[in-house]
């Protein structure tokens, strides 16, 4: 069975939103866009290319799709993301596209939990659910989600769209491989693990 892997880029208070560049997603006002790369480095780049190599495709909600389908096509050549990104299958959860066109896109039909269901059952390797916070929090709600890679940068916006926003559902996390970077980022790669247990000393 295939696994669903949610990639995500978060600041110290978990925003999620626009890491890219000042215009990737300017939604609600949001003015901090930009924000991971002076607060990144190789090691979290090495990373971030490893959650890339050991998955076959990406699944992706409609406005982390149309930002990606706007850049990587005519992306540099010689970045190596640029191959892989374009390479790989991607699976789009949209309610309002009807048509995708970057190369090795497929539009999900009818209800997205049974589409991801169907996926999670098909022959392949895993498939990363990148940016895409609203299909995130869908997949969460449903226990879809079998495994979080996540960095976590020194860095506090303040504002902003979340991974974990408010009504998320409670649950533990296994960690797998928890590091930090020499830049003091953290890359924690985590299992769901039941729900959370409760104490007081």
């Known amino acids: 069975m295939r696994e669903i892997i949610v990639c995500t880029f978060l600041t110290l208070d978990g925003v999620m939103q626009a890491p890219g560049g000042p215009d990737e997603d300017a939604e609600s006002g949001f003015v901090h866009g930009g924000w991971q790369k002076p607060v990144s480095d190789d090691e979290v780049g090495a990373s971030i ?12 909600g409609r406005k982390t799709y149309e930002i990606f389908a706007s850049y990587w096509p005519t992306a540099d050549p010689d970045n190596p993301f640029t191959h892989r ?3 790989m299958h991607k699976y789009v959860a949209s309610r309002t596209l009807t048509s995708v066109e970057w190369q090795n896109s497929t539009l999900l039909e009818g209800d997205i939990v049974d589409a991801v269901r169907k996926l999670k059952a098909s022959d392949g390797g895993d498939i990363n659910v990148v940016g895409s916070g609203g299909l995130a929090q869908t997949l969460m709600r449903h226990g879809l989600v079998d495994e979080y890679r996540m960095t976590i940068h020194p860095v506090i916006i303040g504002s902003g769209k979340r991974l974990f926003a408010d009504g998320a559902i409670p649950a533990a996390l296994e960690p797998v491989t928890v590091s930090t970077a020499k830049g003091g980022t953290i890359v924690g ?9 409760y104490d007081s000393y």
């Open 49 to 60: 290319a490893d959650w890339y190599e050991r998955s076959d495709a990406m699944l992706l």
């Open 189 to 197: 790669v985590y299992r769901p693990n039941g729900k959370p247990s």
């Open 85 to 87: 990104m374009n390479s």
